[in-house]
């Protein structure tokens, strides 16, 4: 769904007229101004629905007035209404972000404060560690080797060899390798390439020689025409590729290989990151590389790390079974 259909949705919420226009202006800034992701876009609005809703079956017709006047009472029977349906922590952390961008832009505009979100706690979420596959299980998923005996084209198997050794030899999540334009195509010679990550932000990523030879090999296979200013990775009728040929991709090399469930496109990322950082990869370095904006998030690869070195321990220490 694009930016402005995720705001014309939104017109059709609960509220009077002045409410709507504000719900609508809030999202379409979302996504031209502060450029987030469509998808966020599309829960926020979707969190701010089911708020309105329930403020609807309570207290009327939502208005503006009316949530500036909100009491923290109400903010938590609407969370509580939310857990009696089993939402996760995770989900009501990102309703109550969405509910308070939605206040500030009110306020920002001269509607006034809806100062009973300050009142109420985000719920504490552990964060989910990283899920990285082991050296020799990433190298397999990403060896063209593993699929040359599949009933397919070989302009398509070395189409998702391309994309799998951009996840793990670049890191890039699978978003930004299928965002790539055919003129952006990283090729022997070139040394770097640029994406376009989360929120619109741009970042330059060093290229190997055996992730360019990959990408060459695709498009040295590849019988559709690709234009300069069209997607560099194409589907079997030309249009965009779709993240979803490259899951199922992965799930059948990780039914041959034996691998869990958790062997996934975005764990070659994770593999990128946490075989750096077993390789003494500088942290702020893999931060970069990644395109993370906070170095906590980098930073749960040193977890990751600690575990697997813990288990080691527990495992080879003559003392550790006693």
Known sequence: MSARETADHLVLLPGDAHLREAVRAWADGLARERRMAPNTVEAYGRDLRQFLVHLASRHGTPTIPMLVALKVRDIRAFMA??????????????MLAGLRSFARFLEREGFGSVSALGGVRSP???????????????????????????????????RDAAVLALLYGAGLRISEALGLMRRDAPLPGS?????????????????????????????????????????????????????????YTVARARGALGLPDSATPHALRHSFATHLLARQGELRAIQELLG????????????????????????????AGR
């Not at 209404?81 to 009501?92: K, Q, T, Y």
């Not at 596959?133 to 070989?154: C, F, I, N, S």
């Not at 929120?199 to 590849?222: E, F, H, N, S, T």
């Open 81 to 94: 209404a939310r857990r009696a349906d089993e939402v996760s922590g995770r989900s009501l952390m990102r």
């Open 124 to 158: 504490k979420v552990p964060r989910r560690l990283p899920r990285p596959l082991p050296v020799a299980a990433a190298v397999a998923l990403t060896d063209t080797g593993l699929r040359a005996g599949e009933e397919r084209e070989p302009w398509i198997l070395a």
């Open 191 to 247: 040394d770097q390439v640029t994406v376009l990550g989360k929120g619109g932000k741009q970042r330059m990523v060093p290229i190997l020689p055996v992730v360019a030879q990959a990408v060459a090999d695709y498009l040295a296979a590849c019988p559709l025409p690709l234009p300069p200013e069209g997607p560099l990775f194409v589907g079997a009728r030309g249009g965009p590729l779709s993240p979803r040929i490259i899951q």
């Open 292 to 319: 993370h904006a906070s170095l906590s998030t980098t930073q749960l690869y040193t977890q990751v790390d600690a575990a697997r070195l813990m288990s080691a321990y527990a495992a080879a220490h003559p003392r």
